[in-house]
């Protein structure tokens, strides 16, 4: 989620950062002397264990305080060293040696060993810590098995050859000193929420946290003993600190943007020609940096816990898992609308669940739904669903067709997204019932309650795809459309699961796409996820600000962002 808009803005963006209680100081001209970035983001963090992590406000707030074995390079997209600066395979590819760095400490003093790696993979595997890292990392079923034969090697045994392993071991690693007392008494799904003093929070990585005043500001200062360093030996990273500002409204923080306040943007498309137009007088840059990689899809609720209650079923659970239902459906996705109203061209129709960013893995033979009211509604003649009256469509039943439909607040575009679809729907004489909430309530919906019919909702993509198996999995957490089920809902679902496993197993890379493939053809058969569009993402910044270095997969080289003097 990110975004925002207009001029009038100095002075408004100064208003708002004088409101009661958020003491949020404004960047000072004198960046290079003072090196602290300032940018903003659209929600508060639900938690700050990096384990129980699923959304991404709570992952962009935590990322910079914790250290993976391994890092992947966004520009090669190659895996690079981290915390483990060399490793092994054996000749059956089955036992890979990591060989860590004897360096790195954690922000207490304490060295980060062996011990910390397989306190973390003991946590993730530990089916009573809900997380999405545990489908990732399961293969043939099975967890992956780790010995430390000293303080600083780590040996990982898989039961078969895992091509993902270097993409998925990328784990955030945490202090078994710390926290394995706290695990092993069972309460490890309650430490570190967002009541927990920043001092508290024991990272590895480039920044430690000082201070989060919820709805406001988190607020980070460089950690002074981080291991990397420059080309010359010089400490990094080089910035001295980040304030991230949380700004709900996207208008405001375009505004704080326009003003000053922050110092890196990611600009919606209506505003990308204002800020071209701008750059010379702003002294900022504004650049295209491709497709997005995520997907941003509605998903009807197809969770059994949700509608089947003293043996009694919804109707609506009927519909949900009707493919003529779910069909009809996707030709009423106005994608056409979608990208010349809310994205102002700047954006292209989503047909595959994996980004045509992701060359290897993106199916490009998936021929899109199109839109189609009339064939729509004979679809859903043909299913069942009449028009019992202008404006009224019921099933075979005679319920009325009625859902709710949901997305998050923070999005001025999805909320138009939705308005479109809502609007469309109704012609068909189904009532949909519009009602976006804010995100970490959305998130708890989808997460524990269940409590939600259909919904828009963008997922990140990567570039290894078994990295999304916490959603493609049947078992998965993130399987968004009944998560967590302990044996497949259905065969289609079981064939995704088999494939997962076969594309992991395949070592050569040109062979292990076309698994990928199959498992996108049956997302676009099977209508769990109904694709809308992608946004061609831009990204913009002060001149000042060297070494920002945006791609579609992360930033390259962050640390040795810093601000040159004017």
Not at 195 to 220: E, F, W
Not at 307 to 315: M, R, Y
Not at 352 to 357: F, R
Request: hydrophobic letters at 40%; glycine letters at 6%.
């Amino acid at each position: 989620m990110r975004f925002s808009f207009s001029i009038c803005c100095a002075i408004v963006a100064a208003s708002l950062a004088l409101l009661p209680g958020c003491r949020v100081n404004r960047p000072t001209k004198d960046h290079a002397a003072n090196q602290i970035l300032y940018i903003a983001t659209a929600s508060d963090p639900r938690t700050f264990n990096p384990i129980l992590i699923t959304d991404a406000s709570s992952g962009q707030i935590v990322g910079d305080l914790f250290e993976s074995l391994i890092r992947l390079n966004p520009k090669t997209t190659l895996p690079e060293a981290g915390l483990a600066e060399k490793w092994e395979v054996a000749p059956d590819n089955k036992t890979i040696t990591f060989h860590l760095r004897h360096d790195v400490n954690w922000f207490d003093g304490k060295p980060v060993t062996a011990r910390d790696v397989l306190f973390t993979l003991a946590v993730i595997y530990d089916p009573k810590v809900p997380n999405s890292f545990r489908p990732i990392l399961t293969i043939d079923k099975k967890p992956i098995v780790a010995e430390a034969p000293d303080d600083y090697t780590v040996v990982m045994h898989v039961p078969k050859p895992f091509a993902p392993l270097f993409y998925s071991i990328g784990i955030p690693v945490m202090p078994a000193h710390v926290l394995e007392p706290i695990w092993k008494a069972g309460n490890f799904n309650h430490t570190w929420n967002i009541d927990t003093p920043p001092i508290k929070l024991i990272g590895n990585g480039p920044y430690h946290m000082t201070r989060y005043a919820q709805s406001q500001v988190v607020q980070y200062d460089r950690n002074n003993q981080y291991w990397m360093k420059d080309e010359h030996g010089g400490q990094l990273p080089r910035l001295r600190g980040q304030a991230v500002t949380i700004v709900q409204d996207p208008n405001a923080a375009y505004l704080r943007y326009l003003s000053g306040q922050i110092d890196i943007y990611n600009p919606r498309p209506e505003e990308v020609p204002t800020l071209e137009a701008k750059a010379k007088e702003l002294d900022i840059t504004v650049k295209n940096i491709g497709v997005d990689t995520g997907s941003l899809f509605f998903s009807f609720n197809r969770n059994p816990r949700r509608f089947i209650k003293n043996g009694v079923t919804n109707p609506k659970l009927n519909w949900f898992t009707d493919l003529k239902f779910l069909q009809a459906m996707a030709h009423m996705v106005d994608k056409t609308a979608m990208i010349n109203l809310v994205f102002h061209g700047l954006a292209v129709k989503a047909v595959a669940d994996i980004s045509p960013e992701n060359k290897i893995f993106a199916n490009p033979n998936l021929k899109d739904y199109d839109y189609d009211p009339k064939l729509a509604a004979d679809m859903l003649e043909a299913a069942g669903y009449h028009l019992s009256k202008p404006g009224v469509r019921t099933d075979s039943k005679g319920n009325h067709l009625e859902f709710d439909l949901t997305t998050s607040t923070s999005s001025p575009e999805r909320n138009q997204i939705c308005t479109i679809f809502k609007q469309d729907l109704e012609g068909l004489g189904i009532k949909v019932n519009y009602r976006p909430l804010e995100f970490t309530t959305l998130v708890d919906k989808l997460d524990s309650s269940f409590d939600w019919d259909c919904v828009l909702i963008g997922f990140t993509g990567g570039i290894e795809p078994n990295d999304g198996a916490n959603f493609y999995r049947s078992s998965g957490n993130l399987h968004i459309w009944n998560p967590n089920q302990p044996t497949p809902a259905t065969p289609w679902e079981a064939e995704i699961d088999t494939l997962l496993d076969q594309g992991a197993s395949e070592m050569d890379l040109p062979k292990r796409a076309p698994y990928y493939w199959k498992i996108q053809q049956i997302l676009h058969d099977q209508l769990p996820i109904i694709e809308t569009v992608r946004q061609q993402r831009y990204s913009s910044w002060k001149n000042s600000l060297e070494n920002y270095q945006p791609t579609v997969w992360g930033l390259y080289k962050q640390e040795w962002m810093q601000f040159k003097a004017d």
